[in-house]
């Protein structure tokens, strides 16, 4: 089971999304559910980013955050436009927009739209549960029929 399930993840949007600003509510709300390694040991950068949180500087957790749990994911572009914080998250920050698949994210509060661009990246970079053998469907057609196309000569 991926660690963001895709209810949970647009749940977790939605609640973002409406926010006006952060709170230490919503920072533990987003730690429980799509942070695993910040909760499981308090040394190094956990302990920082647990300060941060602490002490509410939520836009330096909030890019903390990304730094801890998506180590594949960059800051790309930070733009504020007309009222509201426009955040690009980015695999590959060196090449040009139209070749890299980036996130992005707007909200009026900066740390919100920094927030809502972790966890895209968390939901998209969550791996899908699937088995290593491939399944076979079941509901074979009427007109199905099962041949044999090896050579025993």
């Known amino acids: 089971m991926p660690l963001l399930a895709e209810n949970s993840s647009a749940a977790l949007g939605g609640r973002l999304h409406d926010a006006d600003a952060v709170t230490a509510a919503l920072m533990a709300d987003i730690v429980g559910a799509a942070c695993r390694r910040l909760p499981s040991r308090a ?18 957790a909030a890019l903390a955050l990304i730094d801890l749990e998506l180590r594949q994911w960059q800051l790309r572009r930070l733009v504020y436009d007309e009222g509201e914080w426009h955040c690009a ?5 060196e090449l040009p927009d139209w070749l890299d698949r980036s996130i992005e994210t707007h909200h009026a509060n900066l740390a919100l739209a920094i927030l809502s661009g972790f966890i895209e990246a968390q939901r998209i970079s969550a791996p899908e549960c699937r088995t ?9 057609g009427a007109l199905y029929e099962p041949l044999c196309l090896d050579n025993f000569s």
């Open 89 to 93: 998250l980015s695999r590959i920050r």
């Open 132 to 140: 290593g053998v491939p399944t076979v469907r079941r509901n074979a």
């Open 43 to 60: 040394v190094g950068k956990a302990a920082y980013v647990e300060r941060l949180i602490e002490t509410g500087a939520w836009i330096d």
